[in-house]
C-alpha cells in the first residue's frame, strides 16, 4: 500500500512509446499509474490536505503561466542514482517548480534532499551501478533515430495515491499565449 501522498506533474506522451518499455522495468513509478513526466512538485501537500480551494489556487498560479514548446534532447545521468532526459529550454519547469514552490513552501521539491532544480524525464532508477551502465546502452541506442522530442507543456496535472495507485486528480492548464 503506498503512502498518502500527492505531487505536481507536466506529462510528457510524447515520449511514452519511446521511454516507456525502460520505465516499466526500471522506474517503479511506472507500475503505480505515474505516466512519463517532468516533475513540478514531489512531494506536494498530503491528499487530505488538498481541497477546492488548494486547487482554485493551483488553477490561479498555473494558469498565469504560457504553454510552451519543449524538446527532450539529451540522455543525461544523475551519477548511479539514475537515467533521464533532460528538456530544453528546462527554465520554464524550473520557473513552475519555484512558483509551486512559493505557493508551498512546507513541500520543498523532492523533500529538500537536492540544492539545484533539475527538469527531468525519468528513463531509470538506480539499480546497481553496472546495471545502470548497461541500461543506459541499452536505452541509448533503442533512443538514437527517437531523439529529439519536440513536444509542449500545456497543464500542470496533479496526482495523488488515494486510490492505493497514482492517479489524476485535477488538470491546471497553462495559459495559451497563440
Not at 514548446?69 to 528538456?87: I, K, N, W
Request: glycine share 6%.
Amino acid at each position: 500500500m503506498l503512502n498518502r501522498e500527492s505531487g505536481l506533474i507536466v506529462p510528457v506522451p510524447a515520449a511514452e512509446t519511446l521511454v516507456g518499455p525502460s520505465r516499466d522495468r526500471y522506474d517503479p513509478s511506472a507500475a503505480l499509474g505515474v505516466p512519463a513526466h517532468i516533475t513540478i512538485l514531489y512531494p506536494f501537500k498530503l491528499p487530505d490536505a488538498i481541497d477546492e480551494t488548494v486547487e482554485r489556487e493551483l488553477r490561479r498560479l498555473f494558469g498565469s503561466f504560457g504553454a510552451f514548446d519543449f524538446t527532450l534532447t539529451a540522455v543525461r545521468r544523475f551519477g548511479d542514482e539514475g537515467l533521464y532526459l533532460a528538456p530544453e529550454p528546462a527554465e520554464p519547469f524550473r520557473q513552475l517548480t519555484l512558483a509551486a514552490q512559493a505557493y508551498s513552501p512546507e513541500t520543498p521539491p523532492y523533500g529538500g534532499q537536492f540544492s539545484d532544480i533539475v527538469p527531468h524525464l525519468t528513463v531509470a532508477r538506480r539499480q546497481a551501478e553496472k546495471r545502470l551502465d548497461a541500461i543506459a546502452c541499452e536505452f541509448e541506442a533503442a533512443a538514437a533515430g527517437d531523439l529529439p522530442i519536440r513536444t509542449w507543456a500545456s497543464a500542470v496535472v496533479l496526482m495523488d495515491t488515494v486510490s492505493g495507485q497514482w492517479a489524476v486528480r485535477a488538470a491546471f492548464k497553462l495559459m495559451d499565449v497563440t
